[in-house]
């Protein structure tokens, strides 16, 4: 006798129970694959979102540190290196460097491998009475920022002075009437007027600007500056001490200055722009993991829910079936058919059940999640090859068929249990 065929044959003499049986196996499968599934594309959907956002955030904080470098840029510079016996009491009181030292002290700094600052403007102050105006004014010789040799050429803070020209300030053009274009004598020398600042409320207001060996010339200082401004590096950002190690290191006959107020102005505007954007993808993160965890939850309690009620009403069917049956199970048992083989007659149908039921459920939970997800999400559609999981497929296929012989498995024992000719002496 064939116990494969014999169950097969039996499957399609009880066609109803056995539909309903795989109906459920089917149902249940299909709910937990589909739950996996969908949990799956969430997981997918997020990692291109947050990528997407990623790249939004790091464009936008390179657009905002770009306006802020920009902006701050304006403020002009933030680092004064002066000559080392320069009294800073008397730099206070004065607005100038009594010392100098020499105007290649800042050649050397653009040579050297300096990373704390950049845009190097050496420049020669002093204190002057403009003879033709009657004025007194603070004169600023400058040649021009001083390139960095290992960064990249920038836009100059400080655009360099053409020979034979001047900039002013905004009380000496504004007092004087002075407007570009026009011609200025000072110190014997003719001037003609490129820049016309604009009103600063500071000692630039009364600064007259002229090319550094102009100045030095009529100051009797000939190669010589008595300062060198710059601009605080990112890096070094409201660290003066790390500014200080390393020019000491470089000119050691030097002190630094820092405007602190300008410095920790343009490091806060920097960071906040910057950190600003960085929460609120923090925030997106924090809300999408939250969102997956309470998937994982739900799919993480409502699996076992979902195999026990399968498993229960398997077994009630599996248990309808053995007593539907009594009679013909007693007769197989009256002409020679020994219990073990009628307990691998159920078991059989017990797999095929759930093999079946395990492979359309398997299906139908696949593929309806990537149709209900495309419906519902309002998202870009998630590749279903990306979803697919051979071990999911594996172990559905394998689970399946393990709850249908555990449900099927106290009915079977009920039946091969039972005299065989104790049923038929009712019948």
């Not at 129970?17 to 249940?28: E, H, K, Q, R, S």
């Not at 990528?51 to 905002?64: C, F, I, M, S, T």
């Not at 009103?199 to 000939?222: H, R, S």
Request: aromatic share 6%; charged share 25%.
């Amino acid at each position: 006798m064939n116990i494969l065929l014999l169950a097969f044959r039996e499957i399609l003499h009880r066609k109803i129970n056995f539909l309903l049986a795989l109906l459920v196996v089917a149902v249940a499968a299909a709910g937990l694959v589909g739950a996996l599934a969908m949990l799956r594309m969430h997981g997918i959907a997020t990692d291109a979102i947050l990528e997407k956002k990623r790249a939004e955030v790091a464009y936008a904080v390179a657009q905002l540190e770009d306006d802020y470098r920009k902006i701050t840029k304006g403020m002009g510079f933030n680092i004064l290196i002066l000559p080392k016996g320069q009294n800073l009491g008397d730099f206070y009181a004065e607005d100038y460097a009594a010392a100098d030292m020499p105007e290649e002290y800042a050649d050397i700094l653009g040579r050297s491998a300096i990373v704390t600052v950049r845009h190097l403007l050496p420049t020669l102050q002093h204190k002057f009475k403009w003879p033709e105006k009657e004025r007194t004014i603070l004169l600023v010789g400058a040649r021009g920022e001083v390139p960095i040799s290992h960064l990249e050429k920038e836009q100059p803070i400080m655009p360099p002075i053409p020979p034979g020209r001047m900039f002013l300030g905004y009380e000496l053009h504004a007092s004087l009437k002075i407007k570009p274009g026009d011609k200025v004598l000072f110190a014997g020398r003719e001037y003609v007027v490129d820049r016309c600042m604009k009103e600063q409320g500071n000692k630039d207001d009364i600064t007259v600007w002229i090319p550094l060996k102009d100045a030095q010339e009529i100051l009797g200082k000939p190669g010589k500056i008595n300062s060198i401004l710059a601009l605080e590096c990112k890096c070094a950002w409201a660290d003066v001490a790390k500014v200080r190690e390393e020019i000491g290191k470089i000119l050691p006959d030097t002190q630094v200055i820092e405007k602190a107020t300008e410095a920790l102005t343009r490091a806060e505007a920097r960071s906040r722009a910057a950190k600003e954007a960085k929460d609120a993808l923090a925030r997106e993160e924090r809300g999408r993991e939250r969102l997956k965890r309470e998937y994982e939850s739900f799919v993480a309690w409502i699996g076992p829910l979902v195999a026990a009620v399968a498993a229960v009403i398997v077994g009630c069917l599996a248990l309808l079936n053995v007593r539907a049956r009594r009679s013909e199970i007693a007769i197989l048992r009256a002409v020679g058919v020994r219990s073990g083989q009628v307990l691998v007659l159920l078991m059989i149908r017990a797999v095929i059940t759930g093999l079946l039921g395990a492979a359309i459920g398997f299906a139908a939970g696949f593929f309806g999640a990537g149709a209900i997800w495309q419906a519902r999400s309002g998202t870009e559609p998630v590749p279903l090859d990306a979803v697919f999981s051979p071990a999911a497929l594996v172990a559905t296929l394998v689970l399946a068929p393990v709850v249908t012989c555990v449900a099927s498995w106290i009915p079977a024992m009920l039946a091969v249990k039972t005299d065989p000719a104790a049923i038929l002496a009712e019948e």
